[in-house]
Structure formats: C-alpha cells, structure tokens
C-alpha cells in the first residue's frame, strides 16, 4: 500500500534552523519540502499555501519602533506621491490647452481652405461647354467639306450642273486627277482652320489689329472663291445657251453664288473662329490652377501636420490620465495602509504576496519534474490550476476585508 503523505508544517518540517543557523529558509526550498511530504500531488496544493500564507504574515509583523519607521516611510510616499499627483494634474491642464489651442487651428485652417476654393477655384458651367465643343466639332467638320468643295471648284472648274461650292464628288473626282489634287483638297481647308486657332490666340493676346488681318485675308479668300465660282457657273450656262451675255467682273456683283459662298464661308468661319475661342477658353477654365493647386497642397500639408500634433497631444494626455490614476490608486492604498498600521491592522502586499506564492510553485514544480518525470506535466498543470484559484480566493478576500 501506498504511504500516505504527513502534513505539512513549515515550523516542525526538517530544515536549517533560521534562528540557529543564521540564514532564513527561501519560501523555494518549502516548496520543495511541501512536494516531497505531499507526494507532488495537486490535491494538497492549497493546504500548503495556508501554511505559506500563516508564514508569509508573520514575517509581515513588526515591532513598535518598526511600525514607525513604515509609517514615516508610507508618509513620505504619501507626500511623494501628491506632489506628482500635482505635476501631472498641471501637465493635464497645460497640455489640454494646447489642444485645444490645434484644434482651434485646424478650424481655421479648414475654414481658410474652403475660403480659398471659394475664391479663387472658377465656377464652371459644363453644359454650355459641351454645347459649344459640340457645335465647334461640327462647324469644323461643315467648313472642311465647304472648303474642300469651293477650294477645288476655284481651281479646276465648275462641273456642269453644279453650284460650285457644293460638290457631293469632290473626293472621287479629285481621286481621278490623282494624289496631287487629293492632298490639295485635304490640305486646303487646313489653311482657314489654322487662321481660326490664330484668331483665338490673338485675342488671348489682345492683338486685335492682327485679328483684322486674318479677317480681311479670309474675307479676301472666299471673295476670289466665290468670285471663280460664279464665273464658273456663269460660263457654264453661257456655253449651255442659257444666257447670251458673256462674264464680266461687274456681273459678280448680280451673282447669287457668290453672295452665297460669303454667307455660308465667311459668315460661318466667324461663327466658328468665335466658338472655337470659347471652348478652348471654357477648356483652359476648366483645367486646374496650378497655382491653386499649390496653395491647397501646402494647406493641407499644414493642416496633417496640425492632426498630427493634435493626435501626439491626445495621446499624451491619456498617458498622463492613465498616471493620475494610477497614482491615485497607490496614493490611495498608501493612505489604507497607514491607517491600518495606526490601528494595529498589518496591511497585506500584494505583489509580494504573489512573489512568495511564485517562489513556492517553484520549488513545488521543481520536486515534482525530478521525481515524478513520467506524468509531471500532469501533475504540474493540476498545481497551477490549484494555485491560480487559491490566490484568487485569497486576493479578493483580501480586498474585501481591506
């Protein structure tokens, strides 16, 4: 039969004497003890804690001259403790100041952000603009076809029957002349195309004696366009017997045709040059001031830099909380000590408390691996389990009688 285990008493188990040996038995060397006479076994864990814990108070117990001395060292603490209390309280204040001090600068760098687009930033209609590029895209379409017909009718003829500056078979027939006549009724509108992007530039520019240039060269050009078409149509009825009078430069003034290439040449390229002018300033509106841009940059740039030094503040400020606080719980547990000494109750450390329970498991656990290696794992994790829930027992006990 298995022997059963003796109990476990502190004061009779054998070990070097305090008194006569001269050195004090660590609270290791009873764990150990308490392993072998409990035969590791975790059952009897918590009985041995209660005789640690019996021990643990006696060498808590003071003298009188002693309980004076911690009472002037608790004092002092005491006193310690209130003047960081202040320090901290002051920091608080100065540093919620502070704060609040950014965070009034953030208002009014936003404030001051949203005054800048106001301001500055271009209130863009983007109706009328896709409007105008719309009709802009098709005038241009419109005069590269006028021009096209009209440029190629000015310099190869009329065809019979047909108004001249307007020839549904300028493409096909200019393809049967060859690629010379091809790229010149490709290339012809182009002129009239780039005078309409020199008058925009101009006014830009304010170069208002260059536009009336451009307008009396272009003026000039569908004059004399206008001017071989109506002789062109004029010839044709003449060989047609359609008319007996033979051209002259008078009659282009009674010609219809040439009146015409004015209203639809002419007339139209100033309406295109004038919306031309339009959508690209529209255009240029509508593109981001760079200047601007740079200015809403910086202020943003300053404004994370204000967050920045906003969230650092905040974070000290919770630092510093989170020190008043626990500097009032330790200040607060000073003062329940003293008291306590003055009233003859001897106040129980805690951590220390642990501390000693600690050094116990230790020399628990340490028996338990060398003797018992097949299931020490076991019989170790069962001692823990016991402890833990001992010393939790015993802490809120502790806590409530405090």
């Known amino acids: 039969m298995d022997q059963q285990p003796e109990p476990f008493d502190i004061n009779t188990e054998n070990a070097p004497n305090s008194s006569s040996q001269g050195w004090k038995i660590t609270y290791q060397h009873y764990g150990r003890v308490a392993a072998k006479n409990m ?106 076809v006028f021009y096209s017909s009209s440029g190629y009718s000015a310099f190869y003829g009329v065809k019979q029957g047909s108004l001249g500056f307007i020839n549904p078979n300028v493409f096909a027939e200019a393809r049967n002349k060859g690629g010379g006549v091809i790229a010149l009724i490709v290339l012809f509108p182009v002129i009239f195309l780039g005078m309409g992007f020199l008058i925009h530039d101009a006014l830009s520019k304010g170069k208002y004696f260059f536009i009336a240039g451009l307008l009396c060269f272009t003026l000039m050009a569908d004059g004399i366009i206008g001017y071989k078409i109506a002789q062109g149509v004029h010839n044709n009825e003449f060989n047609a017997d359609l008319t007996k009078d033979q051209w002259r430069f008078d009659m282009v003034f009674s010609e219809i045709n040439f009146y015409l290439v004015l209203v639809l040449g002419f007339v139209v390229y100033i309406i295109w040059g004038a919306l031309l002018h339009y959508v690209l300033n529209k255009n240029h509106e509508m593109q981001p001031d760079k200047a601007l841009e740079i200015r809403l940059d910086n202020m943003d740039r300053r404004i994370f830099d204000q967050r920045q030094l906003l969230a650092e503040h905040q974070t000290k400020i919770n630092e510093l909380k989170g020190k008043f606080i626990m500097i009032e719980n330790e200040l607060s547990d000073k003062e329940k000590d003293v008291i306590g000494y003055q009233n003859g109750v001897v106040p129980i450390n805690i951590s220390l408390l642990q501390s000693s329970i600690g050094e116990f498991m230790m020399g628990w656990f340490s028996y338990t691996n060398l003797m018992y290696p097949v299931d020490a794992n076991k019989r170790t994790l069962e001692a823990k389990e016991k402890q833990k829930e001992w010393l939790e027992r015993k802490i809120q006990s502790l806590n409530t009688e405090h």
Not at 48 to 69: A, P, T
Request: proline share 2%.
């Open 39 to 144: 035969n590791a076994n975790a059952g009897n864990v918590e009985s041995s804690l209660d005789n640690i814990y019996e021990r643990f108070l006696n060498e808590q117990k003071l003298d009188e001259d002693g309980i004076k001395q911690r009472i002037r060292k608790l004092r002092e603490e005491i006193l310690q403790k209130r003047n960081q209390k202040e320090e901290i309280n002051s920091s608080l204040l100065s540093t919620g100041q502070i704060k609040e001090s950014v965070d009034n600068r953030i208002e009014e760098l936003e404030i001051e952000k949203v005054n800048l687009k106001d301001q500055e930033a271009p209130a863009i209609d983007y109706l009328p603009f896709a409007i105008g590029a719309f009709i802009t895209v098709l005038l241009t379409c419109y005069l590269f």
